[in-house]
C-alpha cells in the first residue's frame, strides 16, 4: 500500500508540475520536504524529482519566449568563422620579402520565410576585392570595414524534388561545382540567378544540373552590352557503399558576352589585351568548356589493416577556351589543368582529425579572364603554373591549424618564381 500512495503522489507531482512552477519553487520545494518527512518519498528521489521540475520550468520559460518571437526570427540561424593568418612571400630575385599578419572575420544567417523560400545574408573583413576577405593588420590600428558578403533568396519548389533556384548575389559552391580553384577563387559569390537540381537514377547514381546567368558589370546609361555570363554543368555522382568509393563527374560551358573590348574591374592585366596594356580593353570574350572530376575512396589502406587514414581522393579541373571571336578561328595560349590529391579526413571538424592534400596547377594566358582565378596564386593570374601543398590539424571542436605553401612561376612572362606560405588558426562557430 505504501509503494501504492508514493506513485501516485508522485505521478501527480509530475503532472503537475509544469503548473506548481508558477506557484514558486519555494512551495514545491517545502511540498518535496514534507513527502520525505513522510517516508513517501526517499532524499534521493526528492533530488531527482526537484530536477525534473526545474527542468520543467525552464523549459516553459524558452517555450513561452520562443512562441512570443515572430516566426522568421525563430528559424534563424547563425553561422561564422574566424581566420587569423601569418603570411611571408617573396618573388626570386626580389630585393625584399614580405611578412604579414591578417585577420578574416565572416558572419552568416539565413531565415526560412515560408516553407519553400529562405533568405540569407553574410558580412565580412576586406576591402572591395572579390577574391579576398582579409584584412592586412596596418595603418596604426584604424577600423578596417565590414561589407556585404551575399544576400539571396533561395526557393524550392515542394511539387519539384531535388530543384532549388537562387537570385541575388549568392554562395557558389550550391550552383557550380569545381573541385580545385583553378578557375575560381573561394571568396567568389556571383550576383545574378542560378538554378540546381538532381535526380537520383537509380541507387549510388544521382544525376544533376547546374545553370545560371551572373552579371559581371554595368555600363550605365550607354547602347554598349553590360558584360554578363552563363553557365551549364551537368554531371553525375556515383556512390558505391559496398566499397568505400565516390565519384563526381561533370562537364561545364561558360559563354560570357560583352567581355571582348572592356576594361574590367580587378583584372590582373595578364589575358591578352586589344593593342597591348596601354589599349586596356580584352580581346576575347572567353567562351570556353571544361571538365571536372573527382575520385575518392574510404580507408584507402584498409587492406593493409590501417584504418587510421579515413579518405583518399584524387581530383582535377580542365579549361579550354573556345572563343574565335577575333576571326582567328582559334586562341593561342588558352588551355589550363588542375590536378590534385587529398589524404586524411574528409573534414577537419575535431581534435586530432588531419588532412594533407596538393594540386598542380597550370593556367595558360588565355584559358579564362583573370578576374576569376585564385588570387593566392601569383596574385590571381593566369599564364602561371606551380605547386600548392596543404596541410591542415584539428587541435580542439570546431578549431583547426592550417599550412599551405604555394611555388608559382610564369609561363611565358619574365617574371621570376614567387614563394608565398601561410599559416593559420581557423575558428568556427
Known amino acids: 500500500m505504501k509503494n501504492n500512495i508514493r506513485i501516485v503522489i508522485v505521478i501527480a507531482i509530475l503532472l503537475g508540475a509544469a503548473q506548481m512552477c508558477f506557484a514558486g519553487a519555494t512551495q514545491v520545494d517545502a511540498l518535496i520536504e514534507k513527502l520525505v518527512e513522510k517516508d513517501i518519498l526517499s532524499k534521493a528521489e526528492a533530488i531527482k524529482l526537484k530536477g525534473e521540475i526545474a527542468a520543467d520550468e525552464k523549459l516553459a520559460r524558452e517555450e513561452g519566449l520562443k512562441q512570443s518571437l515572430p516566426s522568421w526570427v525563430q528559424g534563424l540561424k547563425l553561422k561564422g568563422d574566424l581566420r587569423l593568418r601569418t603570411q611571408w612571400e617573396r618573388r626570386q630575385h626580389a630585393a625584399e620579402e614580405r611578412y604579414r599578419g591578417r585577420i578574416r572575420y565572416r558572419l552568416g544567417m539565413e531565415t526560412k520565410v515560408s516553407d519553400s523560400v529562405i533568405v540569407a545574408a553574410g558580412i565580412a573583413s576586406g576591402g572591395d576585392d572579390p577574391r579576398s576577405t582579409n584584412q592586412t593588420f596596418e595603418n596604426s590600428f584604424q577600423h578596417p570595414d565590414l561589407r556585404l558578403d551575399y544576400a539571396y533568396a533561395e526557393f524550392t519548389p515542394p511539387e519539384v524534388k531535388g530543384l532549388k533556384m537562387a537570385g541575388g548575389k549568392f554562395l557558389m559552391k550550391d550552383y557550380l561545382w569545381t573541385p580545385t580553384d583553378l578557375l575560381w577563387d573561394t571568396d567568389i559569390n556571383p550576383e545574378g540567378g542560378s538554378l540546381h537540381y538532381e535526380h537520383q537514377i ?21 547602347d554598349r552590352s553590360d558584360p554578363f555570363m552563363h553557365n551549364v554543368q551537368g554531371g553525375v555522382k556515383i556512390k558505391n557503399e559496398n566499397l568505400g568509393v565516390e565519384a563526381n563527374l561533370a562537364g561545364v560551358y561558360y559563354a560570357f558576352h560583352g567581355l571582348k573590348a572592356s576594361d574590367l574591374d580587378h583584372e590582373k592585366n595578364t589575358n591578352t589585351q586589344r593593342g597591348g596594356v596601354a589599349d586596356g580593353v580584352l580581346l576575347y570574350d572567353y567562351d570556353s568548356a571544361g571538365v571536372s572530376a573527382e575520385v575518392s575512396l574510404k580507408k584507402p589502406l584498409g587492406f593493409l589493416g590501417v584504418d587510421q587514414v579515413e579518405h583518399a581522393a584524387v581530383f582535377g579541373d ?11 578561328g582559334k586562341v593561342d595560349d588558352g588551355y589550363g589543368w588542375a590536378l590534385g590529391a587529398r589524404l586524411g579526413d574528409k573534414k577537419v571538424t575535431n581534435w586530432a582529425q588531419w588532412q594533407l592534400k596538393y594540386i598542380y596547377a597550370h593556367l595558360e594566358k588565355d584559358a579564362f579572364p583573370d578576374i576569376f582565378p585564385d588570387s593566392d596564386r601569383y596574385g590571381g593570374s593566369t599564364d602561371m603554373r606551380g605547386h600548392e ?33 601561410q599559416g593559420d588558426i581557423v575558428f568556427k562557430f
Do not use: C, P
Not at 549510388?204 to 546609361?221: H, K, M, Q, R, S
Not at 579550354?320 to 571571336?325: A, I, L, T, Y
Open 318 to 328: 580542365y579549361i579550354h577556351n573556345v572563343d574565335s571571336g577575333d576571326g582567328r
Open 389 to 421: 601543398v596543404m596541410a591542415e590539424f584539428g587541435i580542439n571542436k570546431n578549431t583547426t591549424v592550417g599550412l599551405d605553401y604555394y611555388q608559382i612561376k610564369r609561363l611565358r612572362a619574365s617574371e621570376a618564381t614567387e614563394h608565398l606560405f
Open 202 to 222: 537509380v541507387k549510388g547514381l544521382t544525376g544533376y544540373l547546374n545553370t545560371g546567368i551572373w552579371v559581371i558589370d554595368e555600363n550605365g546609361a550607354t
